[in-house]
């Protein structure tokens, strides 16, 4: 079931993390999106659909405004990701509205735990 509903999109050029985080989720099966930015900016269009979905948004490259610009369109969990923990970036993505922040690291190796406990609350 969760692979059939759950969608993750990403918003990242980095290509070790993309690699990474794609053939973990391609263990699990889960559905995967990389998007662009020019995606979320234009108005009419809803990347997200209306499936269970997450944003991950890639904040080592100043990126801290997407997560209100998602959130706008769509009430979906927006997470933000970066290489090494940095507590100031941290602050301001809380800041910015993203639900939670991760390592680029850790959130490859949690992928499975996280989608399952997302869509158990959905549930």
């Not at 997200?48 to 997407?66: G, Q």
């Not at 769509?74 to 941290?90: A, D």
Request: glycine share 2%.
């Amino acid at each position: 079931m969760i692979k059939e509903e759950f969608i993750i999109n990403v918003i990242s050029d980095d290509p070790f993390f993309c690699t990474k985080f794609a053939t973990e989720c391609n263990k699990y099966g889960f559905s995967l999106n990389f998007i662009e930015i020019e995606d979320i900016l234009k108005k009419n269009k809803n990347i997200f659909k209306d499936n269970l979905t997450i944003a991950i948004v890639d904040i080592d490259v100043e990126n801290l405004d997407l997560a209100n610009l998602i959130k706008k369109k769509n009430r979906i969990p927006v997470f933000g990701i970066y290489k090494k923990f940095n507590k100031t970036l941290h602050a301001k993505a809380k800041e910015q509205n993203f639900d939670l922040t991760f390592t680029k690291s850790l959130l490859i190796n949690s992928i499975k735990s996280i989608v399952v406990h997302i869509v158990t609350q959905a549930d």
